[in-house]
């Protein structure tokens, strides 16, 4: 059955980092690209980072470029999201998504159940 659980989430101040860490099971992880998406309170999920099946590829939102960086370790099944310089708007329910696609949250198949990131001012 396949599983991505993530870890790492937490409260932080404004301008410190964090690391999230998604470890999947069940599905040949090299094989898929891999997303972070968010979601803040009342909101909708949007996406955050993706990154290619081999790590070469990375893509991100507008919003998070020049501080986040997301990466992977396919011998760990295992990708990441470095966040840093966090901002009091980078509040929300993180998760990461398994599938074939970069920011669109239609073309990821598999979820992980979110890490609550809260960044205080």
């Given at each position: 059955?396949?599983?991505?659980?993530?870890?790492?989430?937490?409260?932080?101040?404004?301008?410190?980092?964090?690391?999230?860490?998604?470890?999947?099971?069940?599905?040949?992880?090299?094989?898929?690209?891999?997303?972070?998406?968010?979601?803040?309170?009342?909101?909708?999920?949007?996406?955050?980072?993706?990154?290619?099946?081999?790590?070469?590829?990375?893509?991100?939102?507008?919003?998070?470029?020049?501080?986040?960086?997301?990466?992977?370790?396919?011998?760990?099944?295992?990708?990441?999201?470095?966040?840093?310089?966090?901002?009091?708007?980078?509040?929300a329910?993180?998760?990461?998504?398994?599938?074939?696609?970069?920011?669109?949250?239609?073309?990821?198949?598999?979820w992980?159940?979110?890490?609550?990131?809260?960044?205080?001012?």
């Open positions: 059955q396949v599983q991505l659980v993530e870890s790492g989430g937490g409260l932080v101040q404004a301008g410190g980092s964090l690391r999230l860490s998604c470890a999947a099971s069940g599905l040949t992880f090299n094989s898929y690209a891999m997303g972070w998406f968010r979601q803040a309170p009342g909101k909708e999920r949007v996406f955050v980072g993706g990154i290619s099946w081999s790590g070469l590829s990375t893509y991100y939102a507008d919003s998070v470029k020049g501080r986040f960086t997301i990466s992977r370790d396919n011998a760990k099944n295992t990708v990441y999201l470095q966040m840093n310089s966090l901002k009091p708007e980078d509040t329910v993180y998760y990461c998504a398994a599938g074939r696609g970069y920011d669109s949250a239609g073309l990821y198949t598999y992980g159940q979110g890490t609550q990131v809260t960044v205080s001012s």
